[in-house]
């Protein structure tokens, strides 16, 4: 380990937890019995000793002043001793242990308006990213596609009458911060031209090696400019603008105003329950950026959306709706137009072929 | 500073709607602190042209750690003197992001001395992201958060912050204890996650049962999974319940039991348990009745990662199923190993997962010290291109 | 031809057993012709020495030709002189392999006089196989063949005979008349067929329906497969027919019907014909209450060979459905383009299913000028490195 | 097209299948109705005129003298005007339009030794290559490990009584020939050593760049003998034994009488009935070469047939039964090792992999 000066704390960890439970959670640790939602946003889980710990749900933008946080602090206080968590999807849960303090809490948050749902077979919060609030790779921003789309979708946080869970994420470059693949509806910022390279300070800032090895398709080259500076050259055909050239070496500059942009990919998921995980699938190859609200954007997902609602079963998820239907069936459902790009042509392409003449005629 | 307001029409546009605004969290904190403002103004020049302000992140952090801080100027400082800096730190949340109002306040009052009072509540990892502030307030920040019991949590090529699911505190499906695991493992490799020496980052996700709450399977490194190797435990006066309720069980749980190893003749439910594969469906339609068995503890697997650069990954199985006391013992074992040989083979910025698949599971298992099993793959291999070795070239 | 029967004790173990032997039949010939005598020689050496005694083919043909002779040399033709030169004719056989007994026995005399009289009935292509004769021989023996109107068959880069199943001639699912198509083919293309003009070779098989008689899918660079557009034939009182003799509806049919399209009530069989996929499996198991539709066709799937290079490769979709008078002249177009194109940009010994793979089926596609459509995926693409053009390239 | 000498006759194809058609074929070609079978080997096609075709398929060596062919078509002569025909599989079947004769039919094929059977839920003919009769490639022989296993089989092709189709397939290398990839059970030949390159001879019978070119994993390197000669080099750890260096260059000799054997594997299909067409995967990695009836093949795949037997459920295919029980299972059940060579490590690698959390534990 690195010298430290004496005073100086380092490498305590986070606090742990058990500070933080709820005396009735510390009592009942490890020792509930079933869980029953009483409405959307709101649940309860009763314990053998036949305790009951009461959840209330309400989205949040996720990023949040200090403020917001202190008045949910002050609301925990207000009606549940002060205990309170973060759900893996950004949510706030506030725990009670008097059920009768669970419509005041609500309307308090209703008033500073934050919304009570998520649960069960509602859209919850979107998973998502920086974009260009904090980040340099962004194909798109984040936090304002997120709004725009959760205001569309607010009553389908609000109600719990999808078919199942339906989980939205967003990333804004392939780096896929969100970890958006394997989402029921994902929403991508793309790149859609090749690094153009700053030669002139290329050589200052990045390993021309590193910039090379960096592709995966072998599209960069060392090269030389007319004065003799040390550089690279990209091969444009065989750019398929991932991005990680740039990454590595800020000198490679993919952004691009008219030609960034967002694709939308349906029907991953996470779970084992039911059908095992997996990838979400490409359904829009590009849509324009188009701030402050994406239009495009959010009349896509929320038409696939709509046509879930109206078409899946009860417990399918995204994907395992379009397996029973088939994927020409959910293109011809949602007027989504297939093309080549649909066709996988990287490394496994060919066990996504059609490989077999079952076919609906 | 200088206390500049900007005109944001196009952000504005955002103010309205149901669904509760980013941009009204920006312009709160901006009463306090104008940075706020200048972030506002940086993000609407980016709505108009479509495009970051960030400049490529640069290397800043507190002293003896490789990580915890993401480095971030802006490209028009001098518009926005304000956010000239702006970097971004990750503070290691508690395990299940359990807080109380008090320990909340605590971290505003840290924030808000020394940064922009702009948060994450939370960062897609898990972390604590306190979004924004001068390269000269990282270490005073960071002195004030240990003084309230947090330290930062991980970037770059070390090991990530670690994130559970809630787990015994409030699910009754918790098939071994999510939170405390997550949470000795965190504290088990502190040196890990602060100073990166690995060739690419390192993420654990604990989940405690196959539904997988904090999508482990899916973007972690080395993802714990619960499980339990006897029965489901069965109440039938609760099925019969549910029936009477008007379940159909046949239609809502059998049919889509992945293996159809239940079998409802209208009044019992009969479940093949040697058949199952503990996907949680039934037990998620029917909690009152069907529960987890009592032999619990977890399935381990490997590999998962975003697309770059090959590709998006899944973890897949390496140990079908730990007891949950020889969990943490094993995991420490398992990962020394792996990070070993991902140290010594591994190239720059190769995720475990990559590596498997660029030297083979076998040669993979070999070097780590695990034999082969079917329950690692979904079906063996399908070509005849086998690099098998004679016995001659085993004895070498 | 020195007559030296050779002791064969390890092939005699062959002659034992139930199952017709081919030993037997090597020595049956060897009764008309030393060459057998010498085969089993060489075989029985094989048998001692586990390991093959005869060279890398020699290019040896018949004039003008390019195809349908393997030379084949032994590498110990001291001891077995008669099969020094031991090459292979492959004569193409008639559509669906029927024959009467008098061109059989023409067949013979043919081959009696100018080879080993050994054959294969058939080669795994679908030829008639004359197993080993001379280079001086080959010219004779062709024009023997030809007097008695038989070619012969495909080698090396060219088309290869083309084969199909007994359709119409003997089955009653037989959604077009795979043996008239598989002859007018095999005629349309004699000059591909005999001349080696391609980067690989290329396969042509028909199969009437999916159950694929002649495993077209899995081994034919054009698979055409027979289906039909419209509903199932169905005869009710067939149905209740089979009910009554003991077939488990439910259970033998409905449940393996891959899309669950399929409803039975115990007294009514109820199909979504827009939801089944032709499998075939209920027509196969009551085939007198359940018939292909009217509106019969093909569906046209590229690309299945064997994992020789880079791993084996089913047949996979390119035109869902083509009307049973269409077949020929959609065929004949589609296989002029992809030749035009795979001749262009196909490398040596690269298959058109390894082709597509290397350039992307996408780029293929345009090449050949047909429409991506989702019938010919399992799934979109999962990864997002899609090398999309933007209009301005599109326009370029 | 090439100059041809005039008399010659060249490119006149097959003859037309019409001429060898029984009448009443012709008579109800493309009306048939529907089919029935009578006995293994033995069923009826009755057309809508209800004119029926019967036929009598026994099973050959492929492998055939003359004599053997010309029996046949005296059979045919005798019981059937003359019409038979072969079958994808190497079978023969005789088409006799009048019932009696079948009986006399099949006493006869009995008698000059080949089995009726090979329909329905049996174990048809294996479809086989060369090996060591005719193939330069062959790390087998082909028709004595038919001949052995069709033996321990003979009475699964005779009676119908397996859950499902049961297909073998043999090649005796790995360019499958007998297009194996998609057997219920493959039988492949395989060699397990690197080419021993003959140094004095490559130049003279093959040009260095394409045998470079040939070997899929790079493992061929140009080089130089001592004396000059300019020849290749294989790294050894990179071979993986495929054979296609040698399939360009005789120079190049794979065969080994030490390390050349069989590899068994299981669950391929074709067809699309019920489930899609797949691959064989892999069982067995390697048994050695023993002639003359290679005990540890005819056992390996007698086991096999038999587990499946008494496992599968009626119409569920080899892969099909495997697939509901699973793979674990299976190994399990056969007895058969599962080692790291059955994990593919080759192009589409982690595809495989078990990418979920469900286990039977
Ligand atoms: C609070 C939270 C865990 C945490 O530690 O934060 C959680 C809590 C619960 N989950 Fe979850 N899940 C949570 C994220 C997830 C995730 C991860 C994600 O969405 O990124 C998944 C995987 C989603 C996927 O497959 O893509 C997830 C898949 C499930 C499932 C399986 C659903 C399915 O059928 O596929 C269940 C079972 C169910 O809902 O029937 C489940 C069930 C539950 C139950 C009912 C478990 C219990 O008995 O307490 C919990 C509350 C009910 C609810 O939310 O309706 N939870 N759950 C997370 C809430 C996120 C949110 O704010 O919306
Ligand atoms: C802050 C955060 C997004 C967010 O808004 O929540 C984030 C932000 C960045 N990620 Fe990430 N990643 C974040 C979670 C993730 C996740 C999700 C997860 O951890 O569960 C993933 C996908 C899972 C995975 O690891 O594969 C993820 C996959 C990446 C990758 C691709 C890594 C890969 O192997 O594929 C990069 C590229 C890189 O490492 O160079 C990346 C790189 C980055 C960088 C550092 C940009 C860069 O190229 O240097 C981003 C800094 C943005 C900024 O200025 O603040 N980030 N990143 C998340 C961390 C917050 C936290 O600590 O809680
Ligand atoms: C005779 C036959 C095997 C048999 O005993 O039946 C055969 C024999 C040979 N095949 Fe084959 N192939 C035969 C059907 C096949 C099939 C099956 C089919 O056509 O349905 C395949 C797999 C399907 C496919 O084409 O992918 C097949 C895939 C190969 C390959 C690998 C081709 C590939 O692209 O993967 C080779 C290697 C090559 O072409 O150099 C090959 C090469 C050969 C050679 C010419 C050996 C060589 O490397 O030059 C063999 C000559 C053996 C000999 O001395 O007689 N043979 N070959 C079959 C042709 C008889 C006939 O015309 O009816
Ligand atoms: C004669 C032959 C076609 C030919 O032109 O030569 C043929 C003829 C028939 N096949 Fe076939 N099949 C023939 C090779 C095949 C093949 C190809 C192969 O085995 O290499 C397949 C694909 C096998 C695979 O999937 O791997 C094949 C898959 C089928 C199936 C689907 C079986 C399944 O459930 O997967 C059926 C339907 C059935 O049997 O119920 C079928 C059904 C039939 C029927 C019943 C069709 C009919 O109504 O006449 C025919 C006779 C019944 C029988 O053999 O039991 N035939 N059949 C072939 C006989 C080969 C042999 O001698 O054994
Ligand atoms: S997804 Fe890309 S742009 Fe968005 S935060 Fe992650 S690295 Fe930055
Ligand atoms: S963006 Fe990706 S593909 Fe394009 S040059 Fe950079 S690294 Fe290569
Ligand atoms: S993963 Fe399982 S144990 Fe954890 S919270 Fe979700 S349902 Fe409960
Ligand atoms: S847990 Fe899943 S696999 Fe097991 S019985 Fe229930 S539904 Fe079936
Ligand atoms: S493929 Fe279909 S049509 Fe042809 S023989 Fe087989 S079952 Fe009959
Ligand atoms: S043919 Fe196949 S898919 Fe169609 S109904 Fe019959 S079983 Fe179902
Ligand atoms: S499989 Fe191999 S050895 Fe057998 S015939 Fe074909 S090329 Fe020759
Ligand atoms: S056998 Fe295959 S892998 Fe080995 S050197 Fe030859 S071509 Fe390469």
Redesign the interface.
Known sequence: ?????VK??????????E???HPL?KKN??N?????SMAPGVFF?ESESGDR?Y?VRA????????????A???L??KYCG???????R?N?EF?LDNPDNIEPLKADLTKI???VGGTNNSISNI???Q????????AT?A??I???V??AL?DR?THEDLPAKLRIALACC??????V??SDIAI?G?H??PPRVQHDSLHKVCEIP?VVASC?TGAIRPATTEDGKKTVEVVE?Q??????C???C?AMQL??????GI?I?V??K????????T?????I??IP?E???WPGVVNAVVNIVDVYAKNAK??ERMGEWIA?I???K??ELTGIP???????????????????????? | MADTKHETKLLDELEKGPWPSFVKEIKKSAEKNPVGHDLLGQLELSYRDKISHWKHGGIVGVMGYGGGVIGRYSDVPDQFPNVAHFHTLRVNMPSGWFYTSDVLNKLCDVWEEHGSGITNMHGSTGDIIFLGTTTDQLEPTFADLTANGFDLGGSGSDVRTPSCCVGKARCEWACYDTMKLCNDITQEFQDELHRPAFPYKFKFKFSGCANDCVAAKARSDLSIIGTWKDDIQQDDKAVAEYAKNGLDIQKDVCNHCPTKCMDWDGSKLTINNRECVRCMHCINVMPKALRPGKERGATLLMGAKAPILQGALLSSVLVPFVPEDELMDTIKELVDRVWDFWCEYGKNRERVGELIQRVGMGNFLDAIGLDAIPEMVSAPRDNPFVFIQTDEQEAE
Chains 1, 4 share one sequence.
């Open positions: 380990m690195a010298e430290q000066p100086r704390v380092t490498d305590i960890g986070p606090p742990h937890y500070k933080f439970l959670i640790y490890g509930w019995k079933f869980h029953e889980h710990i959840t989205g949040t933008p996720r990023l949040l002043s200090t403020q917001t946080i202190r949910f602090a002050d925990a206080k002060g205990y309170l968590r973060f759900t893996s950004h706030v725990l308006g934050f919304p998973v998502h990213t974009g260009w609030v904090h980040c340099h790779s962004s921003d936090s304002g997120v709004k725009a959760m205001d607010y946080f392939l780096n896929m911060c969100g970890a693949h394997c991508l793309v859609r031209k590193n995966p055909e750019c398929m603008f991932c991005g990680n740039f990454s590595v800020p952004n691009d105003p008219e030609n960034d694709s990919w029907g991953g996470v779970s084992d329950a039911r059908s095992q995980p990838f979400s699938k490409l359904a190859p590009f950026n701030p402050p609200r009860k417990y029973r088939g994927w020409p959910f293109f297939f093309t080549k790009y649909h066709i996988d042509d990287f490394r496994f392409a060919g066990t996504t072929f059609a490989r077999s003449a079952q076919i609906r005629l």
